[in-house]
Each structure stands twice: as structure tokens, then as C-alpha cells.
């Protein structure tokens, strides 16, 4: 269920089979609020009876839905990962920029929220610099993008945003990295020194 691989999904998927037993990968969207409160989004990659077998476990956890054979929930995992990467970046960016621009903070992310409901659960992070409790860290996120980048580099996919917003996120330092991903506001605030953006 973690963000992994999917080349690592598929080797446990070997070693399981030559010892009798099968195997899902089954990612989750979703904070941690969420999957405690059993609104997860589960992508489950593998056979249908398969997932049937966890059902009545996963199901405690949120929503199951079967994206495709196995290996297919990572993928779709990593491409998830990368659209939160691009977002949460943006909305840093965007409201120490709206900011300097004369407009309320609390106005600014109100608009972002609305555009983007899932930064709701993230307003202490970019209202207040509260950068815990870490829903997803910094150095987890971009481990997500290298993996995300190697799969799209494996098909031969254009995705110059991705390893822009990769790059960014790499330039938080470790002072930050173990806080929230919101945590990437202080790259354009001035609250941690960090080197310069980079075209």
C-alpha cells in the first residue's frame, strides 16, 4: 500500500507467487484524516478476485476502486503524487506572490481552496508557517517524483512540469525536508535561505 515502484510490486508479486499466495498493490489518496475517517480513495492494481479476498479489510480504510492489473495502483499512485507535488508547489508560489501584491492572506487562500479543495486541510501550513504534523513530508514527495520521472522516462513521456516542480521541491534542504510539503512556501517567503530558482 505504500508509494513504491512498480517494478518492486511486480518482483513481490513473484516471490509470493512461487511460495502459493498472490498479491494487490493498493495505494491510497488520501491524508491520513481520511483514511482513519475510512474516506480513502484505494487504487488497487491486480486481478479482480484478488481484491475481492481484501475487500472486507480495505474497505474499513475508504473507497476500493480497480484501476487495472497489477502494478497499476502504483503507477496511478505516482501520476497522483505528482499532480499534489505541481499543486501544493503552485499555491506556495502563488500566495506569497498574492500577498506581495497588497491582497489578505486569508482571501488568497480562500480562491486557491476553491480552485484546489484539496489544499484545504493545508491552510496552517500556508497561513500560519505550521508545518506539522506532516501529512506527507517533503523528502517522501520528491522520492514520489524521481519514481514518478523514471516511469515517464521509461514511455517516453513529455513531462518538463513534473521535473521542473522536482527539482523546486529538491531545493527545500534537509532543514525542511522531514516538515509538511507546505513547507516548500519558505522557498519564496524568505523564511529558510535557500539557493536561487533555476530555469
Known amino acids: ?3 513504491a515502484d512498480p517494478d518492486v510490486v511486480q518482483e513481490l508479486a513473484d516471490s509470493l507467487r512461487a511460495a502459493g499466495a498472490s498479491l ?3 495505494p ?4 491520513p484524516a481520511v483514511v482513519r475517517s475510512g474516506g480513502a480513495a484505494i487504487l488497487v492494481g491486480g486481478a479482480p478476485a484478488d481484491m475481492e479476498e481484501g475487500r472486507q479489510v480495505l474497505e474499513m480504510l475508504g473507497e476500493l476502486r480497480l484501476v487495472g492489473p ?4 502504483a503507477r496511478l499512485k505516482l501520476i497522483g503524487n ?10 506556495a508560489e502563488l500566495q506569497v506572490a498574492g500577498k506581495a501584491a497588497g491582497l489578505d492572506p486569508s482571501q488568497l487562500f480562500w480562491a486557491l481552496s476553491r480552485l484546489a479543495p484539496g489544499l484545504t486541510g493545508r491552510q496552517a501550513g500556508y497561513l500560519e508557517r505550521l508545518h506539522e504534523p506532516t501529512l506527507v513530508a517533503g523528502r517522501d514527495l520528491e522520492k514520489d517524483l524521481k519514481l514518478a520521472l523514471e516511469l515517464f522516462s521509461e514511455t517516453r ?17 534537509p532543514s525542511v525536508a522531514e516538515l509538511d510539503i507546505t513547507a ?3 522557498r519564496y517567503d524568505g523564511t529558510v535561505a535557500l539557493p536561487p530558482a533555476t530555469d
Open 82 to 91: 505528482s499532480m499534489l507535488a505541481t499543486l501544493i508547489l503552485e499555491a
Open 184 to 186: 516548500v512556501i519558505s
Open 28 to 31: 491510497v489518496l488520501g491524508s
Open 24 to 26: 494487490i498493490d493498493a
Open 1 to 3: 500500500m505504500s508509494t
Open 70 to 73: 497489477l502494478g497499476s495502483g
Open 157 to 173: 513521456s513529455q513531462t518538463p512540469l513534473t521535473a521542473k516542480v522536482q527539482s523546486l521541491i529538491g531545493t527545500i534542504g
